[in-house]
């Protein structure tokens, strides 16, 4: 699987930004998506997943009703809707796929393709 992240970029606090993930080399529907971020200094932690049907979603609290995942499967896509950006959201984002079975997947280790990371910076 390759993935092409894109839509990172330097913002106002309060601003609003939209990553996307472009996947290939295998059928969409049978791949997890995941969004990660990585903070200088920090561990990289989860901050968005979505099943392979699009059904199931999980969010990291700090992000819980700003950002939103979404899929679209005719276009391969996975998308990361940023809203209400504060500066602590400023990092490094990667989006991830997973081939596992199940529902949503938010353990690191078990996501098997990772896309190159997109800066996103949230000016205060």
């Known amino acids: 699987v390759q993935l092409q992240a894109s839509g990172g970029g330097l913002v106002q606090a309060g601003e609003s930004l939209r990553l996307s993930c472009a996947a290939s080399g295998r059928t969409f529907s049978s791949i997890g998506m995941g969004w990660f971020r990585q903070a200088p200094g920090k561990e990289r932690e989860l901050v968005a997943a979505?099943?392979?049907?699009?059904?199931?979603?999980y969010y990291v609290d700090s992000v819980k009703g700003r950002f939103t995942i979404f899929r679209d499967t005719a276009k391969n896509t996975v998308y990361l809707q940023m809203n209400s950006l504060k500066s602590e959201d400023t990092a490094v984002y990667y989006c991830?796929?997973?081939?596992?079975?199940?529902?949503?997947?938010?353990?690191?280790?078990?996501?098997?393709?990772w896309g190159q990371g997109t800066l996103v910076t949230v000016s205060s």
């Open positions: 991830a796929a997973n081939i596992r079975p199940w529902n949503v997947v938010v353990t690191t280790t078990f996501y098997d393709y």
């Open positions: 979505i099943s392979r049907s699009g059904g199931r979603t």
